[in-house]
């Protein structure tokens, strides 16, 4: 029996070229949304999808792979950039591999955009 629950797409992304994610969706009954992780998809194909996936009227959610700052910083930027302005991201700070202070941006339940150039992120352990 068809539920007609909302689905999103993540892991099952990795390894396949944009062409064949969007078989995938097209082959995927209530698809809403993809979950984007740029460490295991990479920073180029985030983007191609997440175009890709705008154009279809998809939702794109941001998330990490209990990430290290840097990443983190990272996925928090692509989340500003081209992740749905509406939804949750998968941002949590508390499965993340870092100790101190979050990296720029990162709020009590909000991700604010930085002034300071690149990631904001210092690689130096703390």
Not at 6 to 16: M, R, T
Not at 24 to 41: C, E, G, Q, S
Not at 75 to 89: E, F, Q
């Amino acid at each position: 029996a068809d539920l007609a629950l909302p689905l999103a797409l993540d892991e099952s992304l990795c390894g396949l070229s944009p062409t064949q994610a969007e078989a995938l969706w097209d082959h995927t009954p209530n698809l809403r949304a993809i979950v984007l992780k740029p460490m295991l998809l990479g920073v180029c194909a985030c983007l191609d999808l997440a175009q890709r996936a705008t154009l279809r009227g998809l939702a794109i959610v941001l998330s990490h792979t209990f990430d290290d700052r840097v990443a983190l910083a990272l996925s928090a930027a692509l989340a500003l950039a081209v992740g749905s302005p509406n939804v949750a991201h998968g941002l949590d700070l508390a499965g993340a591999r870092f100790a101190g202070p979050p990296p720029l941006g990162f709020g009590r339940a909000t991700l604010e955009p930085w002034d300071e150039p690149g990631l904001a992120v210092s690689c130096e352990r703390p």
